[in-house]
């Protein structure tokens, strides 16, 4: 299987790699904000360039030496972009000119062995070209201008060259692998989560709340079976999200959950389901998502006592505070022992085939009057509702059409009802199910 050639952006912060992304993405994909720091992660992109693919890695603004834990995490995780990459773009301002931490990257990337290619951004006027001469300094070879925010012609011969090399590829990524959105409020062990089931630090961890600000796909194999994991920001109730970055943080969450195919939902096993996790999981099932309960920090929960389950005592909990999680699966879990973390990949496969089953038309039509046989609907306004007819219109998640003979007769308890039946007949656990229920006039 051909793998595509992998291209890293660094620089130090606030040099308009983020913006260099969006322009070579084509969409604003990575946050783009004033503020130094605010990719933290390394984050990746599949992008084409004159019929050439590649990958190329976002990466946080490196400051050498500093002693921040953010900012060494930071430089960890372009440290390692750099070991996969094939080639490196080191992007320097040239509107504010060299700068002593630029020297100290650069000695980083001449160690690397790997080709590097200068890009002095920020060219956005003539006078701003006066700069480029000095970054011949960097000893880093022939700085190429560009704008990123302008998209001059710079960026195109940047890419050019980056990609001369480069073999087209036919191939794309395969869209049947489950997308698996790790998603919950901020300090949930999401990252460790992703970071314990990749084997690898790909994911900045840290007991700060609120480290992850954008959503990071990686691909992993279990089993024979490849799946996408999207490690996402915090989801934080709105009168607490900070307007700017933040609010493009939890934003992206929101959207990945909306591009997923089953969320796992992290709830910390030490503060139990929060109000937050409530809408979280709100969300999930009003987009139709998989979803999977995931019960983190399974380790430090004191009570394991040797009387009963406490797996069922938790779960019993879970369903009396939320009854609509019911046909969600709960798995309890330790990003830190990796404890039963396996049972997510187990999960994702058994979630992801009833969101996409079937039922056929007679059996389902059976089911439904056998319901309605045995738990009538009362009587409003004198008429009773009569189904005539129900069939699938499609799956993920499963929709269903119900022809009446009056959409005014349909009362929410009874819909629960129908579906409480349907899910019993045909399982469908770990999906939400559609019912839409549609008039037609009885023939006389």
């Avoid at 008429?383 to 069939?391: G, I, M, N, P, S």
Wanted: overall charge neutral; hydrophobic content about 40%; glycine content about 6%.
């Amino acid at each position: 299987m051909s793998t595509k050639p992998i291209v890293a952006v660094v620089g130090r912060p606030n040099v308009g790699k983020s913006t260099f992304v969006n322009r070579v993405v084509g969409s604003r994909q990575s946050i783009v904000d004033d503020q130094p720091g605010v990719t933290r992660d390394r984050i990746y992109f599949d992008v084409q360039w004159q019929d050439k693919d590649f990958t190329l890695i976002d990466t946080g603004g490196i400051i050498p030496g500093d002693e921040d834990e953010i900012m060494l995490n930071i430089f960890t995780q372009a440290k390692v972009a750099c070991e996969e990459a094939d080639k490196i773009i080191f992007l320097v301002d040239g509107k504010e000119g060299i700068n002593p931490i630029d020297y100290d990257i650069a000695n980083v990337l001449r160690r690397s062995g790997k080709p590097v290619y200068l890009a002095v951004n920020k060219l956005d006027a003539p006078e701003h070209f006066n700069n480029i001469s000095d970054f011949y300094a960097l000893a880093i070879g022939d700085p190429m201008p560009i704008s990123a925010l302008h998209g001059s012609g710079g960026v195109g011969d940047l890419l050019e060259a980056v990609t001369s090399d480069f073999q087209a590829d036919e191939n794309s990524e395969d869209s049947s692998l489950i997308r698996l959105a790790i998603v919950g409020k901020p300090n949930a062990g999401k990252s460790s989560i992703v970071n314990a089931l990749l084997g690898e630090d790909r994911v900045i961890v840290s007991d700060i709340s609120g480290t992850t600000r954008d959503s990071i796909n990686s691909k992993v194999k279990y089993e024979g079976e490849e799946y996408i994991l999207v490690d996402t920001a915090g989801i934080r109730k709105k009168a607490k999200v900070n307007w700017g970055v933040e609010k493009f943080a939890v934003d992206r969450a929101i959207r990945a959950i909306k591009d997923c195919d089953i969320a796992v939902l992290v709830i910390d096993a030490v503060d139990g389901l929060t109000d937050q996790d409530k809408k979280i999981s709100q969300i999930i099932v009003e987009s139709g998502k998989g979803l999977i309960v995931a019960v983190n920090k399974w380790d430090l929960i004191a009570d394991k006592d040797k009387s009963g389950d406490p797996t069922a005592k938790y779960t019993q909990k879970l369903l009396h505070e939320a009854p609509f999680l019911d046909f969600a699966p709960k798995i309890f879990i330790s990003a830190k022992t990796k404890q039963r973390l396996v049972n997510i990949y187990k999960q994702a496969q058994e979630v992801y085939a009833q969101c996409n089953k079937r039922v056929s038309t007679s059996i389902l039509n059976k089911v439904l009057l056998e319901a309605m046989a045995m738990n009538p609907p009362s009587t409003k306004r004198g008429k009773r509702l009569r189904v005539y007819y129900a069939t699938q219109v499609r799956t993920a998640p499963p929709t269903f059409i119900l022809f009446v003979n009056d959409e005014d007769l349909v009362q929410d308890s009874y819909k629960r009802y129908l579906e409480n039946k349907m899910r019993e007949a045909f399982g469908f656990f770990g999906t939400p199910i559609r019912m839409s229920f549609r008039e037609r006039k009885e023939k006389n």
